[in-house]
């Protein structure tokens, strides 16, 4: 089976929705979907005003070609990111795509968890505020990926600078303060490394990060938390989310400071079976780090992106999405028509708040 295939005998691959995180934003990420997709531009418009006073400056950054607030600063990456994979969730969700688990790679959890019914959308969105108020006040600093193994950048760290992401067997990021950051750097240039700074101007992941965190997980225990109707897999844990992480407050309070551990849970995922791995997100990079997986490799998984590699026009979005939903359909999955079915209720709760009033919640919207 080569790309994303045809079904298999016993029936199509099952789908594993990626939702990616911080480094994957860019100026008018996934925009040119925005009054062309009517769920997504729903789901987005939902954001902005469960965001309150702040939706209106998040929309006009997002659909600008030169922000107010650079697209890379917390208030800016974080929000939209998760915004922009939640709506991007529910489209292919309303075009009938039933996911058997989902992955997000740090932001994306938050997406993915409230894709699954973990979370409310409007309480997720609090919370993600939350979250980047927090870190708009912590220290300074970045990020740094690097052509290699954790064991092998461990004897180049200094200062406060730690591992912060495991995305493949080579392809480690390091996250800390500028200084130390900068420091490390060019001793793993000097030794040979390939270093890329990665877009960030926050050092996510790392032990610095910690002050700002504190007194978050009030705020997730004061939410409701419900099991999810399907699975999923942590990049914190590389396992799928448990009832005791789900009712932790703090295991959500503590992921900007956690380390992200993708490859791991990449590999236990596709070590449990072959999935087609779907990229819902701006760019294509958890799908290039996907393709490298030796079940991609020998072409019994496969990976599909819906948006393109790099920032375009509002016609290469469109483009490169129709091009995805054609390869879904190929690979036997239905993407080409929208759907008003309901979506299963989300599973019991596990934490927080209980007996509000209103509508039935669903999971997978």
């Avoid at 303060?177 to 390939?194: C, I, N, S």
Wanted: aromatic residues 4%.
């Amino acid at each position: 089976m080569s790309g994303a295939g045809a079904p298999r005998a016993g029936g199509p691959l099952p789908v594993a929705l990626l939702l990616p995180g911080q480094g994957s934003q860019h100026v008018r990420m996934a925009a040119g979907l925005y009054g062309h997709e009517p769920v997504f531009g729903a789901a987005m418009d939902d954001f902005f005003a469960a965001a309150g006073a702040e939706g209106e400056a998040l929309r006009r950054d997002w659909l600008a070609e030169h922000p107010g607030t650079d697209i890379d600063h917390v208030t800016r990456s974080q929000p939209l990111l998760f915004a922009v994979g939640h709506a991007l969730g529910r489209m292919v969700l309303g075009r009938g795509l039933r996911p058997a688990v989902l992955l997000g790679h740090s932001i994306g959890e938050m997406a993915a968890a409230t894709l699954a019914g973990v979370f409310r959308p409007r309480d997720a969105t609090d919370l993600v505020l939350d979250r980047v108020r927090r870190l708009a006040g912590a220290a300074p600093g970045g990020m740094v990926a690097v052509a290699a193994s954790a064991a092998e950048v461990a004897p180049y760290l200094r200062g406060q600078v730690v591992v912060g992401a495991v995305n493949a067997p080579r392809q480690t990021v390091l996250a800390g303060p500028d200084k130390p950051l900068g420091e490390t750097g060019r001793l793993l240039r000097a030794a040979g490394f390939v270093c890329r700074r990665v877009p960030s101007l926050s050092p996510f992941h790392s032990p610095v990060l910690e002050p700002a965190c504190r007194g978050a997980a009030e705020r997730f225990a004061a939410v409701e938390r419900r099991m999810p109707s399907v699975p999923v897999r942590s990049a914190y844990t590389a396992a799928p989310l448990t009832r005791a992480e789900i009712g932790d407050p703090g295991f959500w309070a503590r992921q900007p400071v956690a380390p992200v551990l993708f490859w791991p849970a990449l590999d236990a995922l596709l070590g449990s079976g072959d999935h087609l791995l779907v990229e819902v997100g701006p760019g294509q990079g958890l799908s290039a780090v996907a393709r490298r997986h030796p079940a991609v490799r020998r072409g019994t998984s496969a990976v599909v992106s819906l948006l393109p590699a790099r920032p375009g026009t509002p016609e290469a979005d469109r483009a490169a999405l129709d091009a995805a939903l054609r390869r879904l359909e190929a690979a036997g999955h239905p993407a080409a028509g929208e759907t008003v079915a309901a979506h299963p209720v989300a599973g019991e709760t596990v934490a927080g708040e209980t007996g509000r009033s209103g509508g039935p919640e669903h999971s997978l919207a």
